[in-house]
């Protein structure tokens, strides 16, 4: 029991040895004194400030100790996980820096947990997102329209790919709908960048998918999906991922960073902000499963899948 540890404290602090005084240091009953000395019962809030007090603690401290010790036991470890968490709030060193960074960090995730949605930016972004990968139990649906991330020197190749592969082997069904514009693929060098990106995802078992975007946004499918996703500050281009149906990943947007200042090498895309939600209105609203069936998808087969329907749009045909 955590109590009864403070209580010896307490004792040991003051001299103290016996119930009568030490009921008279907490403010409370000589047999309430005995009980809390004991295990026998837990002090209420009031008390628990006053032993703090006394030893000169946090009283969040004393407060999540009280709440564990008279937790059932089935619900004691998740007392234990806050109480943790103080600890470490209130004994964060200031070197290394990466330390009081770090949670500064934890705390920022605590309180956005609250409206049910995270949000990141910048390079964090990926990492939040290989581990919702690694906590996937069962499908994942995709729809992307910013698909150059994906290309192999892209911000999702190796590791958010490879994430993929494992997520598989281990039972996940991972479905992606890559979204391409009439312009993007005008020259071979492009089409062959597409090609690239979609048989990357069918290496690793991605149950890929494609689409053109002036045929898809014609659909009330896609135009209701949209108008939802402009709600939530999406700028443009879609790119979101519904893990197991009950939380919805998706950027607002993209930047771009220079390497260099030379101006020679390609800058790099990364995810201007990121965010999650389990709000189960967002899951219901930004939900891109229905995308799937529309007739204007394609499940990629091999590269005559993209081809046929390039030469199809060439002839004017849909």
């Known amino acids: 029991m955590g109590i009864p540890?403070?209580?010896?404290?307490?004792?040991?602090?003051?001299?103290?040895?016996?119930?009568?005084?030490?009921?008279?240091?907490?403010?409370?009953?000589?047999?309430?004194?005995?009980?809390?000395?004991?295990?026998?019962?837990?002090?209420?809030?009031?008390?628990?400030?006053?032993?703090?007090?006394?030893?000169?603690?946090?009283?969040?401290?004393?407060?999540?100790?009280?709440?564990?010790?008279?937790?059932?036991?089935?619900?004691?470890?998740?007392?234990?996980?806050?109480?943790?968490?103080?600890?470490?709030?209130?004994?964060?060193?200031?070197?290394?820096?990466?330390?009081?960074?770090?949670?500064?960090?934890?705390?920022?995730?605590?309180?956005?947990?609250?409206?049910?949605?995270?949000?990141?930016?910048?390079?964090?972004?990926?990492?939040?997102?290989?581990?919702?990968?690694?906590?996937?139990?069962?499908s994942v649906d995709s729809i992307i329209e910013r698909w150059k991330v994906w290309r192999r020197e892209g911000p999702l190749f190796p590791n958010y790919l490879m994430g993929s592969k494992f997520a598989i082997k281990r039972g996940v069904k991972i479905r992606r709908l890559f979204i391409f514009t009439k312009d993007q693929l005008t020259k071979e060098e492009k089409i062959a960048e597409a090609l690239q990106v979609l048989n990357d995802q069918k290496l690793v078992g991605v149950s890929t998918f494609f689409a053109f975007r002036e045929e898809l946004g014609q659909t009330l499918t896609f135009q209701r999906l949209a108008a939802e996703y402009k709600k939530q500050g999406v700028k443009g281009q879609i790119n979101s991922a519904l893990f197991d149906n009950e939380i919805i990943l998706f950027s607002r947007s993209y930047v771009e960073h220079a390497l260099g200042d030379d101006g020679a090498t390609p800058p790099i895309t990364m995810i201007d902000q990121l965010h999650i939600s389990w709000d189960e209105n967002h899951v219901r609203d930004l939900n891109p499963v229905a995308l799937f069936e529309t007739r204007y998808v394609t499940e990629y087969k091999a590269e005559r899948s993209l081809r046929a329907r390039l030469n199809r749009r060439r002839k004017g045909h849909s």
């Open 5 to 138: 540890r403070y209580i010896e404290q307490v004792k040991k602090k003051y001299g103290v040895t016996s119930d009568y005084t030490l009921a008279k240091k907490l403010k409370v009953s000589q047999p309430e004194a005995n009980w809390f000395r004991r295990g026998k019962k837990v002090p209420n809030t009031a008390v628990c400030i006053r032993i703090a007090n006394l030893l000169e603690k946090n009283p969040v401290e004393l407060l999540l100790v009280a709440q564990r010790d008279k937790a059932p036991t089935g619900e004691k470890e998740h007392w234990e996980m806050a109480l943790t968490a103080v600890d470490v709030l209130i004994n964060v060193p200031e070197h290394p820096r990466y330390i009081p960074q770090k949670v500064q960090d934890i705390g920022h995730d605590l309180r956005q947990l609250e409206s049910q949605m995270l949000s990141y930016e910048g390079n964090i972004a990926y990492t939040e997102m290989d581990r919702i990968l690694r906590t996937t139990e069962s």
